[in-house]
């Protein structure tokens, strides 16, 4: 008797990344290998370890509001945006952490899994300067399950990011 599962279906895996990402993806001709994990890795330590890379490779994708209207950080793992040099950068009054409400609205995903584009909503995009440090920097594929690696340059120009120094100074 045979099989009655084509070769086909057996062939193809569903990816791991968030269907809006993979659509992005294709809007942008961009292949990459994206990773998924059984754990979620919604912090940047756990998807450091998940990877197997160093923290500071880890991309965070950060929604801040300012002025109201919401702006994308890109940060690198190990080190935290500094909200004051947002503002003088920004040339804002206030900016302040997006709430889970304002983050979803705005990229189309939930905390812990947004990536660094394929956005619902164009976004205004601040790179910190720190990810160019690394030839490969990991980012979320749009889960708290999934991430995929590529050089920081073509990622911060996929995102359509502004090269900025907002990383918070250690004393």
Request: one cysteine or more.
């Amino acid at each position: 008797m045979s099989d009655s599962r084509s070769d086909t279906a057996q062939e193809t895996t569903p990816s791991p990344a968030h269907p809006r990402f993979a659509e992005a993806l294709t809007e942008l001709g961009l292949t990459v290998e994206v990773r998924g994990f059984p754990e979620a890795t919604r912090t940047a330590a756990e998807a450091a370890a998940a990877v197997g890379c160093d923290l500071a490779q880890i991309v965070k994708s950060l929604i801040f509001a300012v002025d109201g209207q919401p702006v994308l950080v890109l940060m690198d793992g190990a080190s935290r945006v500094d909200v004051e040099r947002v503002r003088t950068e920004l040339g804002a009054t206030e900016v302040g952490r997006a709430d889970a409400a304002l983050v979803r609205e705005t990229t189309g995903y939930a905390i812990g899994g947004v990536p660094p584009f394929g956005h619902r909503t164009p976004t205004r995009v601040l790179a910190d300067r720190g990810l160019l440090a690394h030839d490969t920097v990991w980012a979320a594929a749009g889960t708290p399950h999934a991430v995929f690696p590529l050089d920081p340059a073509s990622l911060i120009e996929y995102a359509q990011g502004r090269i900025v120094d907002v990383r918070e100074r250690t004393s």
